[in-house]
């Protein structure tokens, strides 16, 4: 993937660089925020938008994508915007058909259900001609941002994208994917190894078009426990960091990288030593101990209960406060511990952002 030069010299300068300050562990005026699924069905302005539209249609139109992304910047002073995408386009650009039905969520009509099936996907993956759309509505959006605020790329982990090829969809205990990491261990490692080729490509074109930090989702690590997790996900999760910082070095380029393992807390020590600058946190993590398992080695991302935005307003502002105070202010991004839920109050994810603002400013005036 080469790094168009002329690209970078046009995007409109940086004005809030305040979240790629935070990731990399430096002082700043006040914690960043942003949510995961800020571009949500939460807004109704995404609904109108989305209406009637099939879901991977949308994440193949550069122009939807940059609108999805840009709604929640219009309403609130974000720190950071995400691309509007999805994570299985990844197994769609290996040759998987993956279907978005209503009521039921992402599913893939024909699965991997023996390792024969590999065969069927595609072993040299033309990440530029299958997912060229995703570069182009990260350019886009780069542009139309005009500089507010940075633009995060993002990708699916090798093991949950592996999860969901192979159990067709969502499900509770993902025993149909497991099945394979005890039954065909070989098998299993060989499809994790072509993902993460895959993945690495994919996250370095998304640099190439103009992404400033990127976000590695293993939203399936929690099924894991750790023994499986060391053998299955985390050296795939490094070598994605190492690989892609490598290729970026040679071109004297430096983004930030966030890992999120959700539900993964037993990984902590070991995630805080995988090559990213941030480790995500989901809200089964207290602040204080999650800052001294990581050992300022990284900085860290999260963790409030989206549940917490169905209190009300000032109740809000107190979790918001007593989760700033337990993270501290430095090498800290302000999130959920997941994503926004689709019947959220667009005020209550406001008052989130300003209480994260607020409170943040006061204590570093104090330090």
């Known amino acids: 993937v080469h790094i168009n030069e002329h690209l970078f010299k046009y ?15 430096e002082e700043t005026e006040h914690v960043p925020v942003w949510c995961m699924r800020q571009a949500g069905r939460y807004l109704p302005e995404f609904r109108e938008s989305r209406a009637g539209k099939d879901f991977f249609d949308t994440c193949r139109s550069p122009e939807s994508c940059c609108e999805l992304t840009l709604q929640p910047l219009r309403r609130f002073p974000f ?45 040299a993956v033309d990440v530029e001609k299958e997912l060229g759309y995703v570069f182009k509505a990260i350019t886009l959006t780069r542009h139309k941002i005009e500089g507010k605020v940075p633009l995060i790329g993002f990708t699916g982990a090798p093991w949950t994208l592996m999860a969901y090829m192979i159990e067709g ?58 023994v499986q997790f060391k053998d299955f996900s985390l050296p795939y999760l490094r070598d994605i960091a190492r690989r892609v910082k490598d290729k970026l070095k040679e071109t004297g380029q430096d983004v930030p990288m966030i890992v999120f393992a959700k539900d993964a807390h037993y990984a902590l020590e070991d995630l805080s030593q995988s090559h990213y600058e941030v480790v995500g946190l989901d809200w089964t993590i207290d602040p204080r101990s999650a800052r001294e398992r990581t050992g300022g080695k990284v900085s860290l991302q999260g963790n409030m209960d989206p549940c917490a935005l169905y ?22 991004i302000a999130n959920l511990g997941h994503g926004l839920y689709p019947d959220m109050d667009p005020e209550n994810v406001g008052a989130f952002v300003e209480a994260v603002h607020q409170h943040s400013k006061l204590m570093i005036k104090q330090i």
């Open 79 to 123: 720190d950071a915007a995400i691309i509007f995408s999805d994570i299985l386009v990844v197994p769609q650009a290996m040759g998987m058909d993956v279907l978005m039905v209503a009521g039921k969520g992402p599913t893939f009509p024909d699965p991997l259900k023996e390792p024969e099936d590999l065969q069927r996907l595609r072993t």
């Open 169 to 226: 969809g969502g499900s509770n205990t993902y025993s149909k994917a497991k099945r394979w990491l005890y039954r065909h261990p070989e098998a299993s490692h060989m499809l994790l190894r072509m993902l993460t080729d895959v993945i690495v490509e994919y996250l370095l074109g998304q640099v190439a078009a103009g992404a400033q930090a990127l976000q590695v989702f293993d939203s399936h690590a929690g099924i894991l426990g750790p």
């Open 311 to 332: 209190s009300p307003k000032d109740r809000i502002s107190e979790i918001v406060q007593k989760m700033v105070e337990g993270f501290g202010t430095r090498g800290y």
């Open 11 to 25: 995007f409109p300068t940086l004005q809030n660089d305040t979240f790629l300050r935070a990731a990399r562990g």
